[in-house]
Structure formats: C-alpha cells, structure tokens
C-alpha cells in the first residue's frame, strides 16, 4: 500500500478546506487536499445570496459593526452559539470580504446617489452617499439588523470558490481528486491522517500527516429532497464518529431552507426576500406578515420555514401532484433586477420549471439545506477528544451557528473559519512533531480491506441502494421541520434496523476499480450513523431551540436544555450513539439568554440569567460613558485570535466621524 506523507492533510476541496491548505501552504508547510471532485465543481459554489460581514459602506448598513453582527447571530442562534466563536467571527468578517477581493472577488460595489429598491413590497428609493462610490456593496438578508450580505449577483459562492482555487493554484497546493477517506487513523489520543480509497483504481492509500483537517461539508443527503449537492453525505462527519474518540456537536440542529423550488429542491437565494420578494399563499394572500409583522419574509430561517409549513397545514398551500407548495413572488423586482442580480435564479426557473420569474411566481416549500451539527471542535478548530483532527466549515461544529444559522453567516464561516482556523492548523503543524508505529496504518488499512472483500465476497443481503432510499424516507418523514416524540421515536427503531441490516449488503457488480455500488455500500453503512445521531439527539432534546422545534415541547427550556448535544460511538458494534452534553456557561456570556424576537416570548429561564445581566450591568457602569465598544466588549468576554488577525476594521462612517471631528 502506498504511504503519503504531508504536514497538513486537508480533506475536502470546498472553500472552507481551501483556505486551510492556503494558509498552511503560506506559512511553508507541506499541505495536501483530498477531494471527491475537482474543487471547482464544490458544493459550495452552489451559495447564491452573499457572506455575510460588517462593512457598513451603504445607507442600509450605515453604523453596523462586529458588536450588531455577533448579537445578530447569537439571537439567530436561538442562544445555542459558542459567543467566543461568535465573537471570533463577527471580528474577522470584514478582513475576509476584503482579503477575497484582493485574491479577484467582483463583489457588487455601491454607486452614489439614488437608487430604487424594494422594501416591503414597496418601491423606495436609496440615497447613497458620494464617499461610499465603489466600495462593497450589501443586501438585506433574514435575522439581521442592517443590511451586511456581501454579494456577487447571486453567484457568490461561485465567485469565491473560484477565486481561492485559483489562489491555490498559484501556490501550487496540490488536490488528489477522486479520492475518498473512509477510515482515521489514530490510537485513541492522536490522529496520524486517513485511510483513502481511489475511486478510479479502487487502490487504498495511506495519507499521513502532522494534522489532519475534515471539510467535507454537511449531511443533507442522509434527506430524501435536500438542495445539497449529492455529495454533501456526512462521510466526513462519519470518520470522526467511527474513531469511538472524537465527538459529534448538535447534530440534530438541522436548518430547513423557506424556498426551494418544488419539486426538485433546488435552492432559489434568501436574496430574493432579501431583495424584496415576497411569500403568497394559494389565493395570492402575502401571509408572512400575519405571523411575522415585524420582519415578515425576512426573519430567521427556522421561524418563516415554519410559518410557511404552518399556513399548508390550514390548507393554504398550492395544490400539486407532488404535495402542497407556496408562491414566491418576485416579479414586482423587475425584469432588469431579476436579470442583473438574481440571474441564476432565472436560470434555474427556466431550466427546471418552465417558466420566467420577472413574470410569473415561483413555486417553493421548505427543504433540507444546512447542518448546524459536525465534529465538534474547540475555537481552535481542533477536536478535543483526538489530539491533530481538525474540522472547519459545515463539516464542524465550531460553534458559531448553535441551533440555527442566519443566511450569508455560512459562505462568510467557509472563508472567515478557514482563514482562523488554518493560521491554528498551521501553528499546530510547526510545534508538534508526529512520530507513527506504521503498524498502525496497516491497521486500519486491514480493517477498511477487508470490510471491501466481504462486500465483494456476500452473495446474499440488502441493497445498499434500497437502505439509503429508506434511510432517506424515514429522516423526510420523521425528523424533519416539526418534530414530535413518538414520530422520532419511530425514526430512531426503523434507522435501527436499517444500520442492522446495512451490515449484510451484497453487490450485484464485483468489481474493486470503478464500482459506484461498492462506493455506496461504504457510504451508507456510515450515514445510518449519522442519520442516528441526528435522530436520537432530537429525541433526546425535549424543548424547541432554533431549526430544532418540538411540537411536544414547544418553549425554549433554558433552565434544563442550555447545552450543547455531543454524539459519540464508542462500541462499534452498537446500533446507535452515546449521548452526552456539554454546558453553555451563562456567567461567561457577553450576551445572556433573551427574547429572540420572534412570536410569543416562552422560554424558560436558566437561573442565572438574571445574575449575569446584574453583572454585565455593574462592569458597565465601572467603564462609565467614555469607555469604547471594543473596551466594553473586552471587559464582558474576552476572546482570543491569531495575532494578524486582532487589528480593528475601518468603516466608512468611523472615517467620516474622525474626519468631521478634525
């Protein structure tokens, strides 16, 4: 078996894995990425609305800054959030947008004086400032206070996927595609790297490295109807599982996107709300406001999927032969806009529906799109159960995202996360020497072999084929927008007896090299697991927090359930995970439970809310007025960053002051 040695061994080739590799292979480090498909063709050029980051250059943004952007996200989060990785992010933001146009990003730049807009299902216009002319512009996206979406049309994660792999490239970071890691190597402290298996060849290739770091992405396809590409199968979420070591964050915090088309779901921008479309029902009724009067189609995520699936159920939605839908409408953009800023949108309703959408309305309904849950790592983006695994994107749990994740903050956590995190993997790979008994390699590589020759050698068992499809089925049908116990309860016996029976799968094609079955067979034995973390943790979670909403439990339960969920599987031959949990420390909050904004305030209070928000007040009133944020901010909760990163950002309103004041 070939060995390959590297300091930094990235698996994935998506933006959040290609930033790590650039700043490993920045500092000098030998780095190495694996990758399923040519990096060019990740998911995560599939991010149409924008990245999400406090530059404040447009009227709409004018004084937004880290401080409004953190509490957006933490409220976003339903509280679920690590603050410090909040912080962390909020703090960096600004430096990726500007850093990615440095490296040939096209954003959308402002232009001085009036412009027209929708807000509300009104035409308004903007006026924007003469010192704001070309500089980044931003949309309007759900859960946030200003307007801070960064955007390329609605291209955006296509733009800035192929301008990192093109950084890349000019760095000479080398990706071996079509290659798939199925096994960790390790010895119960330290990773060494992967087992790899070529999907051409079907060789096996040991891939060790100093560090290794997982961005593969989320799990949406362990769904029946998901917008993730089909990739997107929580393999990398997997190996950690497998290792009986490492730790899985949240996994059953899974975000349901408001408008997919239907019926292929396939993602139409959270820019087109933002913009200024708007939600119809069957009779042509805009609804959003009779829920949402406040924000309407532009709250959370989690909240407008919910009304929308609320309003079909009184049986408002759009009949169809598959299942009831809902309008969005976005002809009242305008031809020119439509065309101009949401032209990929066009595309995809005139590819996949038959119809223009500067004319007619878009037929859409909620569908799986993100995984909050992953490896949960510290804000180092290491594991803390397995010493040199790192993780970083939706792979991860970082955890800046908690329970649910506002539009624009996952493109903006590929880039902002890798950018942090590869400056600690890069660290990591320069202090840590890695010493390796290859007697370990030949290990797992054993094990992984002969799980492939007794998949070849079965003659007689299940269709790997047919358990995924019902595998899929069974997460649509009882984990998904509304949950309740006995439905999950169900999901949790039938996902059961799918990960039994996936242990005698026979293959109708024998071959080693090239054999999509074989690929399948290895892959869904490890998305039942998956599937089964995200099914007992709902479970096992008896309140709403966030995408994560129990019909049976509906208030928020701070007092019991202010946790974070931690999926293990330390018996590899148990049929589903062990569940602990993982406390979220009130008392070190910069911003302590609240209202989120949204519906009726019920959430059941962690008892030491009050204490924290007497002591924030106290800390306060010691600065006194003349304290700035930043020393407010640091006297409430501390956060530590890699030390280019700790400068303060420059705005343009900040600018201005000082320059009036002088």
Not at 40 to 58: D, F, P, V, Y
Not at 261 to 283: F, H, Q, S
Not at 330 to 338: A, D, N, S
Request: hydrophobic content about 35%.
């Amino acid at each position: 078996m070939k060995l390959i040695y590297t300091d930094a061994l990235v698996v994935g080739a998506g933006l959040a894995g290609l930033r790590v590799a650039i700043e490993a292979k920045q500092r000098g480090l030998d780095t190495l990425v694996l990758s399923l498909i040519p990096p060019k063709r990740s998911h995560s050029a599939a991010a149409q609305g924008g990245m999400q980051a406090s530059l404040g250059n447009t009227v709409k943004g004018d004084g937004d800054n880290e401080d409004i952007h953190f509490q957006d996200t933490v409220k976003g989060s339903d509280w679920g959030c690590d603050q410090n990785v909040a912080r962390m992010f909020a703090h960096c933001a600004p430096k990726a947008v500007r850093q990615m146009a440095n490296w040939g990003v096209p954003w959308t730049r402002v232009t001085a004086g009036p412009r027209q807009v929708v807000v509300n299902a009104e035409r308004v216009t903007l006026e924007e400032a003469q010192a704001a002319h070309g500089l980044i512009n931003a949309r309007d996206f759900g859960g946030t206070k200003k307007w801070r979406t960064c955007y390329t049309a609605d291209g955006t994660g296509h733009s800035l996927l192929y301008a990192v792999d093109n950084k890349a490239i000019s760095l000479d970071v080398p990706v071996h595609e079509r290659i798939e890691a199925l096994k960790i190597i390790h010895d119960g402290k330290r990773c060494y790297g992967v087992i790899a298996r070529c999907l051409i060849t079907g060789e096996l290739r040991a891939y060790i490295a100093k560090c290794t770091t997982i961005a593969t992405g989320g799990y949406g396809r362990i769904y029946e109807v998901s917008t993730n590409a089909v990739i997107c199968e929580g393999i990398g979420q997997a190996l950690a599982l497998e290792t009986g070591v490492a730790t899985l964050g949240n996994m059953e915090a899974v975000q349901f996107h408001p408008t997919a088309i239907v019926p292929v779901g396939i993602l139409t921008t959270e820019g087109c709300r933002g913009d200024g479309g708007i939600l119809r029902d069957k009779n042509g009724h805009r609804f959003m406001p009779d829920y949402e009067p406040e924000k309407k189609e532009l709250a959370s995520r989690d909240v407008v999927s919910r009304r929308m699936t609320e309003h079909m159920r009184k049986g408002l939605g759009v009949d169809s032969p598959y299942g009831p839908h809902l309008w969005l409408d976005i002809t009242l953009l305008g031809r020119k806009h439509v065309e101009t800023n949401l032209r990929e949108v066009k595309e995809i309703c005139e590819n996949f529906l038959g119809i223009d959408p500067a004319d007619e309305w878009i037929p859409v309904r909620p569908t799986q799109h993100y995984s909050m849950g992953g490896i949960r790592t510290k804000a180092s983006g290491e594991s803390p159960q397995l010493k040199g695994l790192f993780s970083v994107g939706e792979a991860a749990c970082w955890d800046m995202h908690g329970f649910n994740r506002l539009g624009g903050n996952s493109l903006a956590e590929t880039v902002v996360g890798g950018m942090i995190i590869g400056s600690y993997v890069a660290d990591f790979c320069e202090q840590e020497e890695l010493q390796l008994d290859t007697r370990l390699v030949e290990q797992f590589a054993g094990e992984l072999q002969q799980e492939i020759d007794t998949l070849l050698a079965t003659d007689e068992g299940e269709d790997a084929f047919d358990l995924k499809l019902q595998m899929q089925r069974t997460m649509m049908d009882y984990v998904g927008i509304f949950r309740n116990g006995p439905e999950l309860q169900t999901a949790v016996d039938e996902l059961k007896a799918l990960l039994a029976r996936s242990r005698h799968i026979r293959l109708k094609c024998k071959k080693r090299h090239a054999n999509p079955e074989l690929a399948e067979a290895l892959r869904v034995r490890r998305m039942l697991k998956v599937a089964l973390t995200v099914a007992c943790g709902a479970l096992a979670r008896t309140e709403s927090r966030g995408a994560h909403a129990r019909e049976d439990y509906p208030q928020r339960n701070d007092k019991d359930w202010l946790s974070r969920t931690l999926s293990s599987w330390p018996d590899a031959n148990a049929l589903e995970p062990s569940l602990s949990y993982e406390a979220l420390d009130v008392m070190q909050m910069e911003l302590p439970p609240g209202y989120r904004g949204y519906g009726a305030d019920n959430a059941i209070a962690h008892p030491d809310t009050a204490k924290r928000q007497q002591q924030i007040a106290e800390i306060l009133q010691q600065l006194g007025d003349n304290a700035s944020r930043q020393q407010k901010q640091q006297a409430l909760m501390p956060f530590e960053l890699p030390e280019h990163l700790q400068p303060q950002n420059q705005r343009l309103h900040e600018l201005l002051a000082r320059g009036e004041k002088s």
